[in-house]
């Protein structure tokens, strides 16, 4: 594909950093001559012993905070963790895992990685690490990431407890680099229309999604429901791509403009994968800075329908900034602008504490259950291809808006969820009925279709909660019963298949979030008609 050269990223965390991001030394004497004096004086001066290195890292903090919300500084050592997300890959041995009651257990081997290959599965319990004692030693989450992780091509050996099994199984596991998967579901949700979950936009985000796009196709998909709900961003670059897919040729996909940065427009090519079709975009407050590009390019040429809330508002564009010790500064350059020239940035006038707050104001001004209560920052008015009027200052506003149902949460709910409880009890559970399960459920489909969570294994659930410290609260258990079940059923299904089988489970029964139903509907109606969405 074609592109013209653009500022880095525009993301909520760190991509990994460029040489050429390297800033010059400013050596104005009213600014770094300022600060050197103040140090050299504290040094002399001050009357404890101090850590400079500390103080800078504040002052350096303190600096950006009066800048936006979005210029950050990350330190050295927490520069491999922030790039991880957005690489696509880490070094290491390839399992999720939960800790229950000090015991390790595998929730997945991730498909391809090393463990998998050696047949290490979900359900078994690690109890040595390199012959190291690993059960009821009180280990957290970084112990095992610490022992587990390495550089491509070590070895380490673990022991294993595994049902059915008298014995431990001995393994040796050799590690390799392990993707990290940002589209989190695809699948055929109804005759001709597909479903993709894309969770961020990291590098490897658009190969992933062009393999599913494809699958999908040769499925018999006609129409697309593509949510980026929950997604907060990440490379400007891979937005632009996935926009691409949708456009055709030549029609503006975002343009960036900032200070120092001319204005530098982007351009859809003539080979996207999904140009004809119909297409709608789940979005919602999570919904962030990449995100935001592809929805507002989709919204701005009428290319399809926007579904559910309004989104974050993020339309800064950072560049990473190497500093000299290793450390790194994440720099807004620029800001970005939909094809019909609107920033969908919010207000951070008020500080970074009142930027960060809005979010949750948002439902205390009752807009995450009311359409009539989303009041637009910008009164200017812009327009889509079809002249339909737009709003820009504050995020992407849906074409069709999907309230949260509040009524189902809970207390009880809130800590089955936060304590992990949800969690665990799938998987034990998962542990002990996999076979019976597999043997029942044949494939997703028949699962989400047939199962339930019955009064045995709510039963279980509240006796297996109230052991791990959550009483039994029979108004909340009343109240948020048929979410409990769902959440349970998905997790179910997660352990014994993947995270597509949650999403599954989740999107078809979702009495809190209705926006994949309200898209289904809307393909099946005269939604695109009426709102004058363009012919596809």
Not at 46 to 62: E, G, P
Not at 81 to 95: H, M, S, T
Not at 271 to 285: A, I, S
């Amino acid at each position: 594909m074609r592109f013209h050269h653009l500022p880095l990223i525009a993301a909520f965390v760190l991509p990994a950093l460029l040489p050429e991001a390297c800033a010059q030394q400013d050596n104005d004497p009213l600014t770094t001559g300022k600060l050197s004096s103040l140090m050299y004086h504290i040094d002399r001066m001050y009357v404890d012993d101090v850590d400079k290195n500390k103080l800078v890292d504040a002052a350096i903090v303190s600096m950006l905070a009066e800048l936006d919300p979005h210029s950050i500084y990350i330190p050295k050592e927490d520069l491999e963790e922030v790039n991880e997300p957005l690489k696509g890959n880490f070094e290491g041995v390839g399992i999720q895992f939960n800790i229950v009651r000090d015991t390790i257990y595998v929730v997945d081997a991730i498909p391809g990685g090393p463990s998998e290959r050696i047949g290490i599965r979900a359900g078994d319990r690690i109890v040595s690490i390199d012959k190291e004692n690993v059960a009821g030693v009180s280990f957290k989450n970084n112990d095992v990431m610490k022992r587990l992780r390495g550089k491509k091509g070590t070895k380490v050996n673990v022991a294993i407890l595994r049902k059915g099994e008298v014995e431990p199984l001995d393994f040796t596991i050799t590690r390799d680099k392990i993707p990290i998967f940002s589209v989190e579901a695809s699948y055929m949700a109804e005759p001709g229309v597909g479903y993709i979950k894309v969770s961020r936009f990291s590098a490897t985000t658009m190969k992933e999604f062009r393999e599913k796009l494809t699958s999908l196709k040769a499925a018999g998909m006609k129409d697309l429901i593509l949510d980026l709900q929950g997604n907060g961003g990440g490379y400007l670059r891979t937005a632009i791509e996935m926009a691409d897919e949708f456009l055709g040729d030549r029609k503006l996909v975002v343009y960036t403009e900032g200070r120092t940065s001319p204005r530098e427009d982007t351009y859809a090519t003539k080979d996207g994968l999904f140009e004809k079709g119909r297409l709608v975009v789940l979005v919602d407050e999570g919904s962030a800075s990449a995100s935001e590009i592809v929805s507002g390019a989709v919204q701005d040429w009428d290319r399809g329908l926007i579904v559910g809330r309004r989104s974050f508002g993020k339309g800064l564009v950072q560049r990473p900034v190497m500093l000299s010790d290793g450390s790194a500064v994440r720099l807004t350059v620029s800001r970005y602008y939909t094809p019909s020239g609107r920033s969908i940035q919010k207000s951070y006038e008020e500080g970074l504490e009142a930027y960060q707050r809005e979010k949750s104001e948002r439902f205390a001004k009752g807009e995450l259950t009311t359409a009539d209560s989303i009041h637009a920052a910008d009164t200017v008015k812009y327009f889509t291809m079809n002249k339909r009027v737009v709003y820009g200052g504050g995020g992407i506003t849906p074409d069709v808006f999907v309230p949260i149902d509040t009524t189902q949460s809970s207390a009880y709910f809130s800590q089955l969820v936060r304590k992990g409880i949800l969690n665990t009890f799938a998987l034990a559970q998962v542990d002990k009925e996999r076979d019976k399960w597999l043997a029942g459920y044949p494939d997703v489909a028949s699962f989400a279709r047939s199962f339930v969570v019955g009064d045995a294994l709510s039963s279980d659930l509240q006796a297996y909660a109230a052991k791990e410290g959550v009483e039994f609260d029979a108004t909340g258990w009343a109240r948020s019963k048929e979410l409990i079940a769902l959440r349970l059923k998905a997790l179910i299904a997660r352990d014994l298949w993947n995270t597509s089988a949650y999403w599954q489970v989740i999107n078809a029964e979702n009495p809190v979030d209705r926006s994949f139903q309200r898209a289904v509907e809307a393909l099946s109606n005269d939604t695109f008609q009426r709102l004058g969405m363009a012919k596809q």
